[in-house]
């Protein structure tokens, strides 16, 4: 079983997660998603009773895999057979449990999100990042941002503290999802997907007409993406990306690049003039610096 056990980790590392301390055979465990916190509980995994395979994935990702141990005897089809009669089970129980945390989040966004207040244009973050508030909300002092799907129900919040750090609520529902920042939703002519909502809101007031959505981050710009262009086929779709120029393999640039070519969309990166300073990466960064501002 310690073989496996061992198989089993490096199968879940492999995918780009890092597994439990402990993981107890027979048993549905959650832990941190690629990438995330401590708090963090979108990794999930599932080493079978027997030893002989398992199933693992991250809710935030979307990424669902299984796993069977390598052995020098071949699998009999019996075995075969109850393999996938237990990946069934995992995957039916893990989804169990990603939709009751997931409602469960839903119901906290929408208490949290009707006690907040209007959030005020003098706010330090909007006044830093020179943008207005685009119907952001004030909690405990922290501005407030709905997280909703295309159905228009509220999946989750995200929070941005004065100094700029961003959390987003517990166990929330965020890929495939967005920030609305401004715009039409009904018949939209144009659309604008972009990574932060500090970046959409510096493209909102730039062109007041667009319906533009901020999908949090890199890895749900082509989620997003397909699902705007499925939503309104007739918009015109712009991915406006981040240009990560300091971090290898550039994943703003890469994941925006990638989800213009799986919609149909434009591409559009920020235009650096020749002096300004390699540290910038959005289309708000650029506009602030522009403006004589620090980003």
Not at 99 to 121: F, H, I, K, L, S
């Amino acid at each position: 079983m310690n073989d496996a056990l061992s198989q089993f980790k490096d199968a879940i590392r492999a995918a780009g997660l890092e597994p439990p301390a402990v993981i107890e055979p027979g048993k549905l465990h959650r832990f941190p998603g690629a990438g995330k916190h401590n708090g963090n509980t979108a990794g999930w995994c599932k080493l079978f009773d027997n030893g002989l395979g398992g199933c693992f994935g991250d809710w935030s990702s979307g990424l669902s895999e299984t796993w069977q141990a390598k052995r020098d005897k071949p699998y009999s089809r019996v075995e075969r057979a109850a393999f996938s009669r237990r990946v069934e089970e995992a995957k039916k129980q893990a989804e169990a449990v990603r939709r009751t945390r997931q409602a469960d989040a839903a119901n906290r966004a929408a208490v949290t999100w009707n006690a907040a207040t209007p959030a005020p244009e003098h706010h330090p973050y909007l006044i830093r990042k020179r943008i207005q508030p685009h119907g952001a909300r004030l909690h405990r002092g922290v501005l407030t941002l709905p997280v909703m799907d295309f159905t228009g129900r509220l999946t989750s919040l995200q929070f941005i503290a004065a100094d700029g750090d961003k959390l987003l609520l517990a166990g929330g529902r965020k890929r495939g999802c967005f920030i609305p920042v401004a715009g039409d939703m009904e018949n939209p002519a144009r659309v604008i997907i972009c990574e932060g909502w500090a970046p959409g809101c510096t493209l909102a007031e730039d062109e007041p007409a667009v319906l533009v959505l901020a999908a949090i981050d890199a890895g749900n710009l082509e989620p997003v993406a397909l699902s705007a262009h499925r939503r309104w086929p007739s918009a015109g779709l712009v991915i406006a990306g981040d240009d990560d120029r300091l971090t290898a393999g550039n994943p703003g640039a890469t994941k925006a690049k990638a989800a213009a070519v799986a919609s149909g969309a434009l591409l559009a990166l920020p235009q650096w003039p020749e002096d300004a300073p390699k540290h910038l990466t959005d289309f708000n960064d650029l506009a602030v610096w522009l403006a004589g501002g620090s980003a």
